[in-house]
Nanobody, 120 residues
Framework: VQLVESGGGSVQAGGSLKLSCAAN????????MGWYRQAPGKERELVSL???????RYGDSVKGRFTISQDNAKNMVNLQMNSLKTEDTAVYYC???????????????WGQGTQVTVSS
């Protein structure tokens, strides 16, 4: 699968950004699609995933502030990020992973990443 991310950028703390990720094929129902992030010097962490079997999952640090949604007709997921904090600064990676169901390897993959910078 090929994943193309869009929507990263710079914003002040308290602001909002929306990330989008488009896949070049229909993602089978056993897969989960969504976002991870990695800040400098830190490990990659879950932001949010959505899947027909998994449902919706959020990382603890973004609950109540970020909302993931899926447009199956366009093979896309969107991540609305509100009330952004400086600690949200990271490279955000779109991903299709096996979590909650069976996801064949042909559907799994990672995007190139998009930078999100939140300034105080």
């Amino acid at each position: 699968v090929q994943l193309v991310e869009s929507g990263g950028g710079s914003v002040q703390a308290g602001g909002s950004l929306k990330l989008s990720c488009a896949a070049n094929k229909n993602i089978t129902s056993g897969c989960a699609m969504g976002w991870y992030r990695q800040a400098p010097g830190k490990e990659r962490e879950l932001v949010s995933l959505i899947g027909r079997v998994l449902g919706i999952r959020y990382g603890d640090s973004v609950k109540g502030r970020f909302t993931i949604s899926q447009d199956n007709a366009k093979n896309m997921v969107n991540l609305q990020m509100n009330s952004l904090k400086t600690e949200d600064t990271a490279v955000y990676y779109c991903a299709v992973v096996q979590l909650g169901g069976i996801c064949p390897s042909a559907f799994r993959g990672w995007g190139q990443g998009t930078q999100v910078t939140v300034s105080s």
